[in-house]
């Protein structure tokens, strides 16, 4: 039997250790924060770190604006260190439906307050030279858009959490969830029970497996997602703007003296994380070259550079998503596996 807890964290990644440093700021008593694997090694050190702040919709749009606001006071607020900085970034419509999009996006992001205007694709060459307007139809401008170093993130917050009295229990993995009468009495790991009446499923890609294991099912299956680093590009400063082509959904943004590219696959691959051995880590994904290379084509006549810039690194991870499919063939396998309540219990 470890320490009991009032709250048990699962998943130090970026969410799980956020929650355990804000958890433990309010004061929220005994906080532990649990990974099977290292504090913050797995997706989240992978991402590309970068902060989009126009979304779809409003409140996902209001939600990032707080988040882009306190990610300035990290380290204050954390006591780590995160290398931030605020370029600001272009988006691309080559397309004619895509510049209605980026109309849309103009008067709706002034609406909230954002930085956004239409620039003249000059401008937009001016401001990022590595970004050629050959094809390009429209350009905005979002101002109040930032890059970090996503490695920094979830560590920063692990030990900020720490620092605070939060206990991190690295190399523990979660086995279950025991529920009694609709609450939660305890936290099973392979190093002993913890018991505690709150605890928050922030295992990343594992998140279904977590909570199935309790008999909670949450329809989620995660996707993967790759990106490049290039090696030093001379003339690539930090505060160039960054780059995304819209119909391409390729990213592009300064890193290390080079540029960090990726892209969102149309149809990326779906993981069922049942069909992977259980000590699977995110290192040990196969990752596929071809998929960045051929968005690098896609995109040569604006970011010609990606063709011929040397790799320095080539990273990947699994992102939380869903897939119709997957969570249908569930619905049929679950029988008695109930859906989360807004209590937290089964229903
Ligand atoms: C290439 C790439 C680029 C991306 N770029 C961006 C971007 O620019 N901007 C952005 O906002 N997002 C981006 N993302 C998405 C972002 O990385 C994720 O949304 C985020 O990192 C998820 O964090 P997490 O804490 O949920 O997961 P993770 O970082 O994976 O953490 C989950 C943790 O749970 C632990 N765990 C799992 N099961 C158990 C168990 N049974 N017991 C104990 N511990 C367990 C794992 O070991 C892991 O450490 C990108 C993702 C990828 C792959």
């Given amino acids: 039997m470890l320490k009991p807890a009032d709250v048990v964290v699962i998943g130090s990644g970026g969410l799980g250790a956020a929650t355990a440093f804000y958890l433990a700021k309010r004061n929220a008593g005994a906080v532990v924060l649990v990974d099977r694997h290292e504090i913050g090694s797995q997706t989240s050190p992978r991402a590309a770190g970068m902060v989009s702040c126009m979304r779809k919709g409003e409140l996902m749009t209001r939600l ?6 306190a990610i300035p006071r990290f380290t204050e607020e954390t006591g780590q260190p995160l290398d931030c ?33 239409q620039i003249t694709l000059d401008e937009a060459h ?18 109040d858009d930032m890059y ?5 993130v979830a ?10 009295g939060v206990t991190l229990l690295p190399g523990t ?23 505690t009446p709150v605890v928050v499923d922030a295992a990343g890609a594992w998140t279904r497996q977590v909570a199935a294991a309790s008999g909670i099912y949450i329809p989620l299956a995660p996707t993967m997602q790759q990106l490049i680093v290039t090696e030093t590009i001379p003339g690539v400063r930090p505060d160039l703007p960054m780059v995304r082509i819209m119909d391409a959904a390729v990213y592009v943004r300064p890193c290390h003296g080079g540029f960090l590219c990726g892209v969102y696959e149309e149809e990326p691959t779906f993981f069922d994380m049942d069909d992977l051995s259980p000590g699977f880590r995110i290192a040990d994904l196969k990752l596929d070259a071809e998929i960045l290379w051929r968005a690098a084509e896609d995109v040569k006549a604006q970011l010609p550079i990606l063709l011929k810039a040397k790799v320095r690194e080539h990273r990947g991870g699994l992102r939380r998503g869903t897939r119709l499919n997957l969570v249908e063939r569930e619905n049929r396998a679950r029988g008695s596996c109930p859906r989360l309540s807004v209590g937290g219990g089964k229903k």
Wanted: proline share 2%; aromatic share 4%.
């Fill in 64 to 69: 990032i604006k707080v988040a882009a606001a």
């Fill in 85 to 117: 900085v605020h370029s600001g970034s272009l988006k691309v419509a080559r397309r004619t439906q895509d510049v209605e999009v980026i109309e849309a996006d103009i008067a709706r992001g002034r609406r909230l307050g954002l930085d956004v205007e």
């Fill in 126 to 143: 001016r401001l990022n030279p590595f970004f050629e307007t050959e094809g390009v139809a429209a350009v905005m401008r979002v101002g």
């Fill in 148 to 152: 970090f170093d996503p490695a920094q």
């Fill in 155 to 164: 560590v920063g917050f692990a030990r900020g959490a720490a620092a605070r």
């Fill in 173 to 195: 993995a979660v086995t279950s969830v025991r529920i009694a009468s609709g609450r939660v009495e305890a936290v099973e790991t392979d190093k002993g029970t913890i018991a």
